[in-house]
């Protein structure tokens, strides 16, 4: 009973200091404030339609809504001021068939820029961006989730039996990791998706597959030189001479030290994970209907040129920014559990910041 | 260091085999039906075609058809007809040249903002430009070309800036024009690139000699300035100057786009090992011998980073080269390697899609290698230990 309690106070301290070392980096407390507020978007999405869109899903909807502020133009042989009148052959173009001089023409506007009404606008097919962008954040997680997880659990496994076992097994998993490696995940994506999943790959999927490249290739080369210098160390030795067994060794006494660095391939991994994600999403190779990858093509489509003369800048920006700053977010995190993982180059980087000071006058 | 290198060379072959063998076999499994089902036929030209092309045959038997000939450098040829060794030579020209002036001009970059940052305590000059280095590292690379695209069609007149699909052999910039028929723009770009490594090759050796015949360092700036004049100097002789300048013009959107979207890593790695050495004993010892700053920065301090930046690259290549494939794939810009995949992918050409990609591998493993000799060569442990340094 004494024991227990004191190795749990032990475990609660451990988490204490690691804590607070995650909190001594300021990019990283930022990173996890964005994934949180991400996260929010979830529920904020959900409270939305519970209240305020409530009954308008034919407005907000992200897939099928449909608004467009109705812009009123005379119709003219010569247009002097653009934002009231328009051609009569651009109206005709248009969609006001038999627009004559002196008509009114009712003009939808698609892509609309931002209002009340609409936080970041409509796409060009009148869908509120807005919802567009909350409702992007599902996939995007189950994506980016799935990667880690994936992730994490090979490239663990992996490195830790290389590590134990050595000999043969070590250069088969190191062969099949350098071979994962040329494989660029993205593009087996796509193979994959337009195969297996007839040109739809669902988000889960898509997550387990980049998992299990990123898991063979990059998270296990880094785990297993980790796991090697692990191997080095007394400890092991003492478990080896108590009469461990390999496999003992490689789960009780090995892995749970290559957890930390474990996280930080799991938040790497979904930066690339949900990058990939959008571009396979980007060729339409995505199952589900709203994602920012969609939505970056929406904005730079030529239907968007077409209707707006220009790409619907909104569109573009809400997709590009979304997706920009939910990976950057999780790459902060991920240098937050680097410095918990490597407490060697952490204690550095904390020195560095603590003597800065004494540093100075060393230097003049 | 023979013995290392034929080490490599034989892992590089083996898993080279194995990746291979498994894209053969995902891409012939994997996409459905095949190329024949795209066209309306009756049942017997179908199967009159599936067995010109050999796809009737059990796949094991494709394999070792496909491997046999792969190992001379056949790759055989694509569906619609045209060998896929050319095709893929010509994709490639683009995307080589590409890689290779985004990487000269991204790595110094990459390094030499990563230094400053290290050493630089003020925190409105670190924090920005780490926060954009990470933004930028975690961007969506079509993005980021679009954005490069458009502030380089601003930047310049549309007279003076064509994509290559533009590009009019009558009309092109500098120099005489150059009948088409003597040389594409693959075959340019491919002269291009052999005369800029050449440049690169001599700068090179140049600065080892001035350094063992006068013991005098050359500064980076100078070398970097003899290897851009160079290969300006090196095009215009080779007698196709007016097209190698538009050719370089029209690619500055992929090359912009790559640089942006690789500088921030190299910048991130090359931070954080220098912060790293900061309290490492030998910085000490060079401080108390009362080196001036700069050259503990320079000297001691950014050259033991170099090796976690060279290391981190070797895991990074791969993600570059997508980054590049994709961007490429937008903009079409010259059909690189982007462009004839997807191109492959939707037409369901396997052996296009196949060798395409085997072609990338081989340049990825080919990279991989020229990295892994510069850290063996600069850690005399890797040497030994034969050993990958984390």
Not at chain 1, 123 to 152: E, K, Q
Not at chain 2, 29 to 46: K, M, N
Not at chain 2, 172 to 177: L, R
Not at chain 2, 233 to 246: C, P, T, Y
Request: proline letters at 5%.
């Amino acid at each position: 009973m004494i024991a227990r309690s004191a190795r749990s106070q032990m475990r609660r301290r451990q988490w204490a200091s690691d804590a607070a070392t995650f909190m001594s980096n300021r990019l990283a407390v930022i990173g996890l404030i964005v994934v949180v507020l991400f996260a929010g978007s979830l529920v904020v999405r959900q409270a939305l339609w519970a209240t305020v869109w409530e009954g308008q899903a034919r407005i907000y909807d992200p897939a099928t809504g449909y608004d467009a502020p109705i812009l009123s133009l005379v119709v003219v042989e010569e247009v002097t001021d653009p934002d009231t009148e328009i051609l009569r052959g651009h109206a005709r173009l248009d969609g006001f068939l038999d627009a004559e001089v002196g008509d009114v023409f009712e003009k939808p506007i698609q892509p609309a820029p931002p209002s009340s009404k609409h936080w970041f606008g409509t796409d060009p097919f009148g869908r509120d961006v807005f919802s567009m962008v909350l409702a992007g954040a599902t996939p995007a997680f189950v994506v980016g989730i799935t990667a880690a997880v994936t992730t994490a659990v090979l490239g663990s496994l992996i490195a830790a039996v290389s590590a134990v076992f050595r000999g043969w097994v070590d250069a088969v998993l190191s062969k099949l990791s350098d071979t994962a490696l040329l494989l660029p995940a993205p593009l087996a994506m796509i193979i994959v998706g337009a195969g297996a999943f007839g040109g739809d790959i669902t988000p889960f999927w898509f997550g387990f597959l980049y998992g299990v490249i990123a898991g063979l290739g990059t998270a296990a080369i880094v785990l297993r030189s980790h796991a090697l210098s692990i191997m080095g160390r007394p400890f092991i030795d003492a478990a080896r001479v108590a009469g461990a067994s390999r496999t003992r060794l490689a789960f009780r006494h090995l892995l749970p030290h290559l957890l930390p660095l474990a996280g930080v391939s799991m938040f790497t991994a979904v930066v690339g994970a949900v990058v990939a994600h959008g571009f396979a999403a980007w060729l339409s190779f995505a199952d589900d209907l709203v994602n920012w990858g969609a939505m970056m093509f929406m904005g730079l489509t030529p239907i968007a040129r077409f209707s707006g003369g220009d790409i619907a800048w909104n569109v573009l920006l809400a997709g590009a920014l979304a997706i920009s700053l939910f990976s950057a977010s999780f790459y902060l995190v991920s240098l937050g559990v680097r410095d918990i993982a490597l407490p060697h180059s952490q204690s550095r980087a904390l020195r560095r910041h603590r003597h800065h000071g004494l540093d100075l006058r060393a230097r003049s | 260091m023979i013995s290392f290198l034929g080490r490599r060379l034989l892992g590089g072959l083996i898993t080279l085999t194995i990746f291979i063998t498994a894209l053969f076999f995902l891409v012939n499994v994997l996409i459905p039906g095949d190329w024949t089902s795209q066209f309306i036929l009756t049942a017997e030209e179908r199967a009159a075609r599936q067995e010109s092309l050999g796809i009737d045959r059990p796949l094991i038997e494709q394999f070792w058809t496909w491997m046999s000939s792969a190992a001379v450098l056949d790759l055989g040829k694509s569906f619609g007809g045209s060998p896929v060794f050319d095709r893929v030579r010509d994709a490639m020209a683009t995307t080589v040249f590409v890689f290779v002036a985004a990487t000269v001009i991204s790595f110094p970059l990459g390094y030499w903002l990563g230094r400053a940052s290290a050493w630089n305590e003020r925190r409105w000059f670190t924090m920005p430009t780490t926060a954009i280095a990470v933004l930028m590292f975690t961007a969506f690379p079509p993005v980021i070309a679009f954005l490069v695209e458009r502030g380089i069609r601003n930047l310049l007149s549309p007279e003076t800036y064509r994509t290559t699909t533009q590009l009019d052999p009558e009309r092109w910039g500098f120099g005489p024009p150059f009948p088409e028929d003597v040389a594409t723009i693959p075959q340019i770009l491919w002269r291009m690139v052999a005369i800029s490594l050449f440049v690169f090759a001599v700068a090179l050796v140049v600065r080892w000699a001035i350094r063992a015949v006068f013991g005098r360092r050359v500064p980076p700036g100078v070398i970097a300035a003899m290897m851009v004049f160079g290969s300006l100097v090196g095009w215009r002789l080779s007698g196709f100057s007016g097209q190698a300048f538009d050719i370089a013009l029209a690619m500055s959107i992929l090359i912009g786009g790559l640089v942006v979207l690789s500088y921030g890593e190299i910048l991130l790695v090359t931070d954080a090992a220098m912060i790293d050495t900061r309290t490492e004993d030998f910085i000490l010892t060079a401080r108390a011998k009362g080196l001036p700053e700069r050259a503990v920065r320079d000297r001691h301090s950014a050259r033991a980073a170099l090796l976690p930046v060279l290391s981190r690259l070797v895991v990074s290549l791969p993600y570059f080269l997508t980054g590049l494939v994709i961007l490429e794939y937008m903009f079409g810009v010259g059909s690189g390697m982007g462009s004839l995949i997807f191109e492959a992918i939707n037409d369901q050409d396997t052996p296009l899609i196949v060798g395409a990609m085997a072609v990338v591998g081989v340049m990825t493993l080919g990279l991989r290698l020229v990295l892994e000799v510069a850290i063996a060569a600069l850690d005399p442990r890797v040497r030994l230990i034969g050993d990958r340094v984390p």
